[in-house]
């Protein structure tokens, strides 16, 4: 009886699934899927080559700083890192007084109320504060960004596929003109106004202008040339650690386990093999 | 007790002995996994993964308890919580990572663990009813590691849970209504997320006391073994401590090792980093996919495109439960006496064949839809329900097995004289 039913069942599926089989293919013959311009121009990331990544990666410490100063410097006008307080920033190697420096410094204060009047009001920064966002609210972020919401950055190298090597690749080398023979092949394709072609960007086309446009545009502190593949690479390794700051911490336990582990493996196959030395099995 | 000469519990200590007389625990866990449970002597290692299973709840259940104590079920700061979890919290990145690995780790034990019972048979009578709490052990993870992927309310957990909910509404009629009460809302928000969470918790135990069941079950049978012949005698038959306690501990090592290179080395492999944007209900991912794990069955659910009497969605939602319901019926569709696969050369073909077929499902489930992915779903969806509902119980009637050993015992012993049926048989 159960396999009578099952039967029954199955043939029922299968006939279903032949009828949509048969549908797929009729569809495919009568209207065959159109190329895309995403597909035939979009980029796959070029390789940053950082030190963080990797089984033994560690942050090359004085490059996550220079990538901070161009976060500073370019970066922060519009994205913000609210993930992140300014007191983290000890772990790339300032110290204290630097850090309340470079927190009472920030161009953007934190919102805070008049404790007199009760009236909205900004204050600077201290240690404990997550960087600000440049933007009131959202709908200020998009007013001045020709209506597109430029996302927060503390977590965009986890938030996209390969994400610190698209960073690098996006704001490195994405913006290049666009392609006549996109233009030619897919002329409803063209970069509308107000959007730029960056072959990195999902959809070619990102809201975001060129944010390094010429070598030299930050002044590094530690005297390195300050290229715009530079400048990429930097920001890149200094928003892989905002995504992960405890990427040193799990890479060193993760050896420790992993040492363990393999010792642990070994004494209890020897444990096995004596317990079973006796007995075919 | 499963078998006559199963060793006693004798405590000699006086404190044991006083324990034995007024509670006797230390006698119930040396009858179920001490010397007191007599197992075959031949188990290779696909017997390793129920323990493994085991371990795997614990770590959930473990890492699980303290994410909760970080953890806070809004939607306006759940992102956020698991945020601070990662970088404020001590050591809770570590607690995270391993938590969401540690699904993955618990899933993919519990596949190799349903497959070592397909291909030994180890579903088939007299173990139907371990089968059967197996299965429910299996949907209840699923309905669990569903609940727990919500909980960081990221993208893909919000759009995922739309989705998934969502299937509700293909019932006619009432499917909308089902559907809002569900979720208590018209869409995934904070109502569902506080009783998600409130489940999530609530299941990993719901699970263990299941487990119970599952392994008190076994036990009245004893364990199936590679060569699916029961047990004859006393030397067929090892005392479950120390022998596999022994080889379990090999077992957990190397289980360990898998998951700390996972959890240390690339925490974010398995996961999806649309994950890693907040939930945004105005903003639909470009493509939603589950977690890995339930990727087979995504893709059987996009594979019904015609409707057909029903609606083409309301098919889909159908075969994608059948899928996993069929497993429940598994031992009256197969009614081959033979267990093992090692003796059965045609089944063994088509065992070859699913595997392969859920592995192509589970691309498919993944990969962007193109007509040339659909079609492969398509095929493969049909191979899966004719698999199981179809080619199953023919085979089981029109094949012809090779001969079985007369004991385990026969059988270890031709194995080490280089001869004898089970010499290709893939057991150690
Ligand atoms: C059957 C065992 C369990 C499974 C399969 C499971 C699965 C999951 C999954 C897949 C996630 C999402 C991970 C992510 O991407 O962030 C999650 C999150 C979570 N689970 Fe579980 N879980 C289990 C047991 C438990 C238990 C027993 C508790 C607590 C008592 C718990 C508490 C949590 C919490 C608080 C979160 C949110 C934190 C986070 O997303 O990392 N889980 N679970």
């Known amino acids: 009886m159960v396999r009578i039913i099952a039967s029954l069942v199955g043939a029922a599926f299968v006939f ?20 895309s311009a995403e597909h035939e121009f979009h980029h796959h990331p070029l390789d940053a080559g950082l030190s963080s990544a990797g089984f033994f990666g560690k942050f090359d410490r004085r490059q996550v700083q220079r990538g901070f100063q161009v976060y500073q410097e370019v970066c922060s006008a519009c994205h913000s890192l609210k993930y992140v307080s300014f007191r983290d920033l000890t772990q790339l190697g300032y110290n204290d007084a630097e850090v309340k420096a470079i927190a009472k410094g920030w161009k953007i204060e934190q919102p805070t109320i008049n404790p007199d009047t009760g009236e909205a009001s900004t204050r600077p920064n201290v240690p404990s504060d997550r960087f600000p966002s440049p933007f009131a609210n959202d709908i200020a972020a998009r007013a001045a960004n020709n209506n597109a919401l430029p996302p927060d950055l503390s977590l965009m190298a986890k938030a996209r596929h390969d994400g610190a090597n698209y960073i690098y690749s996006l704001v490195g080398h994405g913006y290049v003109a666009q392609p006549a023979e996109l233009i030619r092949k897919f002329p409803a394709s063209k970069t509308p106004t107000g959007l730029h072609y960056n072959q990195y960007f999902a959809n070619l086309n990102i809201a975001m202008p060129p944010p390094l446009t010429q070598d030299g545009q930050v002044t590094y502190a530690d005297g390195t040339r300050a290229s715009v593949d530079q400048m990429a690479k930097d920001v890149s390794a200094f928003l892989t650690w905002t995504a992960e700051p405890r990427l040193e911490a799990r890479h060193a336990a993760g050896f420790g386990a992993v040492v363990f582990l393999i010792i642990f493996c070994f004494l209890a196959w020897g444990a096995y093999q004596n317990v079973w030395r006796d007995l075919k099995h | 007790m499963s078998f006559p000469w199963a060793k006693h519990y004798q405590p000699k200590q006086p404190l044991m002995r006083w324990l034995d007389e007024k509670l006797p625990l230390p006698r119930l866990v040396y ?49 956020g919580s698991i945020e601070s979890i990662m970088r404020d919290v001590n050591a809770g990145w570590f607690l995270r990572y391993a938590h969401a690995n540690g699904a993955s780790m618990f899933l993919l034990v519990v596949y190799i663990h349903i497959g070592r019972g397909l291909y030994y048979g180890s579903y088939k009578a007299p173990r139907e009813m371990v089968w059967l709490l197996g299965v429910v052990i299996f949907l209840l993870m699923m309905a669990t590691a569903f609940m727990g992927y919500v909980l960081p309310w990221g993208q893909m957990s919000f759009w995922g849970a739309q989705v998934i909910t969502g299937f509700f509404s293909a019932i006619p009629l009432v499917g909308d209504t089902i559907r809002v009460w569900l979720l208590g809302g018209f869409a995934p928000d904070n109502a569902a997320l506080n009783r998600f969470f409130s489940l999530h918790y609530l299941l990993p135990f719901v699970i263990a006391g299941v487990i119970v069941l599952h392994i ?112 429940f019926f598994l031992p009256w569709l197969d009614s081959s006496p033979v267990r093992s696969a090692n003796f059965r050369p045609l089944y063994r073909k088509f065992l070859g064949v699913l595997l392969l077929d859920v592995l192509v499902l589970g691309y498919v489930g993944g990969a962007e839809p193109s007509p040339g992915v659909i079609l492969l779903g398509q095929i493969a969806s049909i191979y899966y329900f004719a698999h199981f509902l179809i080619i199953l119980p023919i085979v089981a009637r029109s094949e012809r097995p090779r001969p079985l050993p007369n004991s385990i015992t026969e059988a270890v012993l031709e194995k080490h004289a280089g001869l004898g049926p089970t010499k290709s048989a893939m057991a150690n």
Do not use: C
């Not at chain 2, 390793?48 to 770590?59: E, H, Q, R, S």
């Open chain 2, 31 to 79: 009858n179920a996994v001490g010397a007191g449970y007599p197992v075959p002597r031949n188990l290779n290692y696909f017997w390793n993964f129920g323990v493994l299973a085991g371990a795997a709840l614990g770590i959930q259940i473990i890492t699980g308890i303290v994410l909760a104590m970080h953890y806070a079920a809004n939607a306006g700061v759940a992102f």
């Open chain 2, 216 to 327: 008190w079950a076994l036990h009245i049978p004893g364990s199936n073994n590679p060569t699916g012949v029961e047990v004859k005698g006393e030397q067929d038959t090892v005392p479950f401590h120390p022998y596999y306690t022994a080889k379990d501990a090999v077992g957990l090592g190397v289980f360990m090792l898998v998951f700390a290179l996972l959890l240390f080395f690339s925490p974010n492999l398995l996961g999806h980093p649309d994950n890693y944007i907040e939930a945004n209900p105005l903003s639909t991912p470009a493509h939603i996919v589950p977690e890995w794990y339930f990727l087979p069955f995504y893709a059987i659910l996009k594979s019904f495109t015609a409707n057909f009497i029903l609606d083409a969605k309301l098919w889909g939602v159908l075969a994608m439960f059948g899928s996993i319901l069929l497993l």
């Open chain 1, 16 to 35: 279903v699934l032949g009828l949509a089989l048969f549908g797929t293919v009729s569809e495919w013959v009568s209207n065959p899927p159109v190329e």
